[in-house]
């Protein structure tokens, strides 16, 4: 991290959505510098995790989500605010819609990073990967755009596998929509089953030395109220 720091943070927008991107090394002295963050929730729900580090990813996961939001409100996290679910994204609660954060989470072997946003009808995700990770062909294959089987350069095809995870997530049905996913152009993504527009696609720039990352934004569409005749 520069300047010796443990915690890399910025502030970024994309379209209307001014977003602040939060990444920490995978690491015990990640996990120490945000145990005051941590609940004794945060720490019996990683229990069942078989595997050391995954248990130190979602305890970090955990910090880091509390962390962004109540730097983002400047105030405590009341109790219950923040819900965290198995295998779906983060969610913050609150009875103000429009005060509402917008949550997004990632790790690899070696990082872990928190995106966060606000507004309702917004949604967002990040993806962050570790520079040596290696794209299987079978998932390449997958990818929306039509180079994706030679994309070149095993880089470019790790980053055209962060913007994909990316706007998985901001979907929020993950892998199993892959097949859905469309390209428009390199930075915008939609998928052929949704009637929300398209994701805007940011790979990130200047994060720490040893991972690549991508965030997507875009809006869902709105809920149309039925009025019945009385």
């Known amino acids: 991290m520069s300047a010796g720091r443990w915690l890399w943070h910025r502030r970024l927008r994309i379209g209307a959505a001014p977003i602040d991107l939060y990444v920490v090394a995978n690491s015990l002295r990640s996990r120490l510098g ?79 990073a928190v995106a966060i946003t606000q507004g309702h009808q917004r949604r967002i995700g990040i993806d962050i990967e570790d520079c040596d990770r290696r794209i299987d062909a079978g998932v390449a294959r997958k990818l929306p755009w039509p180079d994706a089987e030679r994309a070149g350069t095993r880089s470019r095809l790790l980053m055209q596998w962060c913007c994909a995870e990316a706007a998985l997530k901001a979907d929020g049905r993950g892998l199993p929509a892959l097949d859905r996913l469309i390209a428009q152009s390199a930075t915008r993504l939609s998928f052929t089953d949704r009637a929300e527009g398209a994701l805007m696609l940011r790979r990130l720039e200047g994060l720490p030395r040893g991972c690549v990352g991508a965030i997507a934004v875009g809006r869902r569409q709105p809920r149309t109220q039925v009025r019945t005749s009385r």
């Open 34 to 112: 945000l145990a005051p963050s941590l609940r004794p929730r945060d720490r019996a729900r990683v229990r069942r995790l078989r595997r050391p580090d995954q248990r130190r990813a979602a305890l970090i996961g955990s910090g880091l989500l509390r962390h962004a939001l109540r730097a983002r409100f400047r105030r405590p996290l009341p109790a219950g605010a923040l819900e965290q679910r198995t295998q779906r994204r983060p969610r913050h609660r609150s009875l103000n819609a429009h005060r509402r954060a917008v949550l997004t989470l990632s790790h690899s072997a070696h990082w872990v």
